[in-house]
C-alpha cells in the first residue's frame, strides 16, 4: 500500500514538472528501505528560510550544472519559473552573467561556486550573505548546495545521469555556458 502511495506521488511530481524520475521508480522497486531513507532528501533540498528565491535558486542551478545534470537543471529552472524569478535572471545564472541574474542572485551562484571548489572566496561572501539576509539564510543556501549535489550524484550511479545541453527558460532554449559552474 505504501509503495502505491509513493508511485502516484512520484507519477505527480513527474506530470507537475515534466520531469523523468525514473532513478526514483527504480530505488523504489529495488529498495523499500533505500527509498525511505532517500525520501527526506526532498525535503531537506526544499528548506528555504530568509533567503530570496532568485539567490535560493541560483546556489541550486549553480550546483546541477557543477554535477552536469541537465534534468535536475531544467527542475531547478522549472521551479524557480513557478515561483516568480524572472526569465532573465534566470538566463542569467545559466549564462553565468552576473550583472543579468542581479546581486542577489549573484551572490548565491559566487558563494555555492566557491564553496564548492573550497574556494577560501567563500569566507567573504558567507560574511555578506549573513549581512544580507541573516544565518537562517545561509544554512538555507549551505542545505541546498549539499543536497542538491546529492541528486545527480545518486542518477548517475544508477545510470539515470544525462548531462546538461540546453535548458528551456519560458519559451526559449538555452545551452549553460561553461563558466557558469565551478571548473
Not at 545559466?94 to 546581486?103: I, R, T, V
Amino acid at each position: 500500500m505504501l509503495k502505491w502511495i509513493a508511485r502516484r506521488r512520484l507519477a505527480a511530481f513527474e506530470r507537475e514538472f515534466d520531469y523523468d524520475a525514473s532513478y526514483l521508480h527504480r530505488m523504489l522497486d529495488v529498495s523499500w528501505q533505500g527509498f525511505l531513507r532517500f525520501a527526506p532528501m526532498m525535503k531537506l533540498a526544499a528548506h528555504r528560510e530568509d533567503v530570496p528565491p532568485a539567490a535560493w535558486y541560483a546556489a541550486k542551478i549553480v550546483v546541477s550544472l557543477a554535477e552536469d545534470c541537465g534534468p535536475c537543471t531544467q527542475l531547478g529552472v522549472t521551479m524557480a519559473e513557478r515561483e516568480g524569478v524572472p526569465q532573465p535572471v534566470l538566463r542569467g545564472i545559466l549564462a553565468g552573467d552576473e550583472k543579468a541574474m542581479g546581486s542577489d542572485a549573484a551572490l548565491a551562484a559566487r558563494f555555492a561556486r566557491a564553496t564548492l571548489a573550497h574556494d577560501p572566496a567563500a569566507d567573504v561572501w558567507r560574511e555578506q550573505i549573513v549581512q544580507r539576509w541573516g544565518e537562517r539564510a545561509l544554512l538555507s543556501l549551505a542545505l541546498a548546495i549539499a543536497a542538491v549535489r546529492v541528486f545527480p550524484t545518486v542518477k548517475y550511479a544508477l545510470g539515470h545521469g544525462k548531462a546538461c545541453s540546453r535548458i528551456r527558460v519560458g519559451n526559449m532554449e538555452t545551452r549553460p555556458a561553461p563558466s557558469a559552474a565551478p571548473a
